[in-house]
């Protein structure tokens, strides 16, 4: 109950500051657009319950064993198709769990997630069957595999060998904590680029090598304004420390000798300790309706939300790596941070250490910052990183390869949190083979629909 309430008053919240707010909506219409994204996430355990409801009636209750497989197929289906929307999958619930997290480096978030679900489908094969052989197998095999995972997940946590390994790193956080409403506030501008500069200042003073801000943390565009720019670079090249930064970006062309805007980008910028800039990346999965509006003609309704967005941004195209000490490190912007595969190209490109920079004032003080966080921390295990974030109303923190979390910032507090990572070369099983068993999962869920259609046959 207490879940459901949650949930409800954070659907609330979106609808009513986030929707309607910021995006300008009739309440009406807001809810009908917030009704459109929940039918699409009903799509898939609605999937599900299709797929294992024709298994049944084929297999008979032993097939209730194949659906963590089946489970598993669908949150695939759900980060990938029309663009993904991969928030808190099952196996996300075990993060804090860390022996049984562990998995996460051998087969994802993917493995922890049919992990849970076996659990469940045990529990469903018990009470459906009265085949005291099948209860006990059942039941015997799950608390075998999770005695066996929670052993060998204990055992690698405590090991901790990759906290010895790689060079170690001081890195500053800093968390604005700056409100919406206040980024468009006339005159506030200065005095928030002055709070990151004094809270920057701050870092390099107790240490930090490195300082990391969070997502479109500049009140200008860092390549539009000069002049807040050289501030920065300054701060870089007199304290000798590289500062990353997130800021819009502006693409031009040339029209008629005149510069006009053709594309705007979500992007990251590494400021290198001499001022210069030594890299840029770009966003490459940017938030539906935040970023960009899906299937604009047919969503005529939402004329408001789709003005607010405007022409929206541009997708960045590649994973690019920043340079950072002789080492590269790779920066996940916001909602980036929750698609697997993605954090693993920029570990299979090169990246010694994760960074995930982001904006989760609009979440307000609802569970969404929380699970953004977890979310990111499963990252570190998947791909064996240390983990950075930098959150503008927090969670700001730090996560070691096994999950645990050296650091943690309150939400909607001004903090600066300095700790240290270790920058790593080597790598987990996941980041390897990437998600061969969700991949698997499909494979094994249609040859158990072929064969069902033939048995019903």
């Known amino acids: 109950m207490t879940t459901g309430v949650v949930s409800f008053a954070g659907t609330l919240y979106w609808i009513t500051h986030v929707m309607v707010g910021y995006g300008g909506l009739q309440t ?24 294992m409801r024709r298994l049944l009636i084929a297999y008979g209750t032993r097939v209730l064993m194949a659906a963590p497989l089946v489970w598993v197929a669908t949150e695939l289906g759900r980060t990938h198709l029309f663009g993904g929307f991969p928030w808190v999958l099952l196996g996300y619930s075990q993060v804090t769990v860390l022996p049984v997290a562990q998995l996460a ?3 994802g978030v993917y493995g922890v997630s049919a992990l849970v679900g076996s659990v469940g489908a045990a529990a469903a094969l018990f009470v459906a069957t009265s ?5 006990a197998k059942a039941l015997g095999g799950v608390a075998l595999i999770l005695l066996i995972v929670t052993v060998w997940g204990s055992w690698r946590a405590s090991r901790a060998e990759w906290t010895r390994a790689g060079e170690p790193l001081q890195v500053g956080l800093v968390q604005g904590n700056v409100g919406q409403a206040e980024k468009t506030e006339a005159g506030r501008a200065a005095s928030i680029f002055q709070d990151y500069l004094r809270m920057t200042r701050q870092a390099i003073g107790t240490g930090a090598d490195l300082v990391v801000w969070p997502e479109s943390s500049t009140p200008f565009m860092f390549e539009e304004d000069l002049a807040a720019a050289a501030q920065v670079r300054t701060l870089a090249r007199q304290a000798r420390v590289p500062i990353l930064l997130g800021s819009d970006q502006i693409e031009w062309r040339i029209i008629e000798n005149r510069r006009v805007p053709d594309k705007y980008f979500n992007s990251a910028f590494l400021v290198r300790a001499d001022g210069s800039t030594a890299g840029v990346y770009r966003k490459i999965h940017l938030v539906p309706f935040g970023e960009y509006v899906p299937l604009k003609r047919m969503l005529f309704f939402a004329a408001p939300l789709v003005e607010a967005v405007g022409a929206g941004f541009a997708p960045g195209e590649d994973a690019t790596l920043l340079p950072v000490g002789g080492h590269w490190i790779s920066v996940a912007i916001c909602y980036e941070i929750v698609y697997p595969n993605l954090v693993r190209q920029f570990v299979r490109g090169g990246s010694e250490l994760l960074t995930t920079i982001t904006n989760d004032a609009w979440f307000g003080s609802t569970s969404a910052p929380y699970q ?17 974030r930098s959150a503008n109303t927090g969670i700001s923190g730090i996560v070691d390869p096994y999950g645990r979390v050296l650091a943690q910032s309150d939400i909607f507090r001004p903090t600066v949190i300095v700790g240290s990572v270790r920058v790593l070369r080597t790598s987990t099983v996941y980041a390897r083979v990437g998600d061969v068993f969700a991949y698997a999962s499909v494979v094994m869920t249609l040859v158990l629909l072929v064969l069902a259609r033939r048995r019903i046959q």
Do not use: K, T
Not at 131 to 135: N, P
């Open 28 to 51: 009406w219409v807001a809810v009908l657009v917030n009704a459109l994204l929940v039918a699409y996430l009903s799509l898939f355990p609605g999937l599900f319950a299709v797929v």
């Open 105 to 107: 480096s051998l087969c």
């Open 131 to 135: 085949s005291v052989g099948d209860r």
């Open 372 to 388: 953004h966080f977890a979310q990111a921390s499963m990252r570190a295990i998947e791909d064996g990183r240390y983990l950075v």
